[in-house]
């Protein structure tokens, strides 16, 4: 299996190129984060550090440098692969960088706007140009996948808004994209999904509450933080997809969970929980109901 994660240097993109590793891939690790330079994140996370990741997993991972926003360069990296592999069977476009740009709760007339239509280029146009470049030597094979990672499914996002116009639409955009690419793979018997991880326990999220993975349970958060997963899991349940001979039929242009995941494969964390955020925070919502979130593991 050959894949690309785009997005890899951290967090869900991570956990799925680990876990694609795991089951023997080889993995281009692409990302603007390396041990030669941050990105606008300043995160100490590289992409050289996942690709290590993915060959103690078991694969063979391969860090390639490259900004998504530049066609350039993303042509660069479908000529490498090309060039070495001559094959991709897995694409997944977890490309983000939008943090440092969106204002929580701000309406449009508030919101800078320059960063607001940076988030949404960094969201939706590198997924677009990705797409472009490296779909051309997936069709060359029958079979190929797609996976879009973005926060929240497609049936979520229908009754809630996220927080500011430019959140909203770069999520929503995401799970539309894996609806279009799924109608452009058909002919050529590919498969394209929308995947959301639940409450992630990213390094960055991890950081921001001042804890680790050891004691992630005493962070004074919202009450779904205790159904939250590791990047594993969403990885494991990306994995499961990638070698299922009938995933066409049962995911492409689909927008689904990793609880949603995890439930179809018999799949856990790594702590052999099986967590299910989104049911909770569904649930949650409903007059007069008190939940455990020890339930929801």
């Known amino acids: 299996m050959i894949a690309v994660v785009a997005g890899a240097t951290r967090g869900t993109g991570r956990g799925i190129a680990v876990a694609l590793g795991a089951a023997g891939a080889t993995v281009y690790c692409t990302g603007r984060s390396t041990r030669d330079g941050r990105s606008e994140m300043n995160r100490p996370e590289t992409i050289e ?21 530049d066609p350039a360069q993303v042509e660069a990296l479908a000529e490498r692969v090309d060039r070495e592999q001559g094959r991709l069977d897995v694409l997944v476009n977890d490309v983000w960088g939008g943090d440092p740009l969106w204002e929580w709760e701000t309406p449009v007339w508030k919101h800078d706007m320059d960063k607001g239509f940076r988030l949404l280029r960094l969201a939706v146009d590198t997924h677009i140009i990705t797409s472009r470049h490296l779909l051309s030597l997936m069709i ?49 018997g590919g498969t394209a999904m929308a995947v959301t991880p639940g409450f992630l326990r990213s390094e960055a999220m991890l950081d921001g ?4 993975e050891d004691n992630w349970r005493e962070a004074k958060v919202d009450p779904a933080w205790l159904v939250s997963e590791t ?6 349940g990306v994995a ?17 969970s990793s609880e949603e995941l995890a439930e ?15 049911s909770f925070i569904e ?13 929801y593991r």
């Open 209 to 212: 509450f001042g804890v680790t």
């Open 140 to 188: 060359r094979n029958e079979g190929g996948l797609v996976v879009e990672v973005t926060d929240g499914t497609w049936s979520f996002h229908q009754s809630r808004y996220r927080d500011n116009v430019y959140f909203d639409l770069a999520k929503v955009s995401v799970n539309r994209l894996a609806f279009a690419w799924s109608h452009e793979l058909r002919p050529y």
């Open 283 to 295: 649930e949650a919502r409903e007059p007069g109901k008190d939940l455990d979130p020890a339930d």
């Open 240 to 256: 499961a997809v990638a070698a299922d001979p009938d995933r066409q039929r049962r995911w492409s242009g689909r927008s689904v």
């Open 231 to 236: 990047p594993a899991y969403v990885g494991r």
């Open 49 to 69: 550090e996942t690709a290590e990741l993915v060959t103690a997993a078991g694969g063979t991972g391969i860090a390639v440098r490259t900004d998504h926003l």
């Open 264 to 278: 179809a494969y018999g799949l856990t964390d790594v702590d052999g929980s099986r967590p299910r955020v989104w």
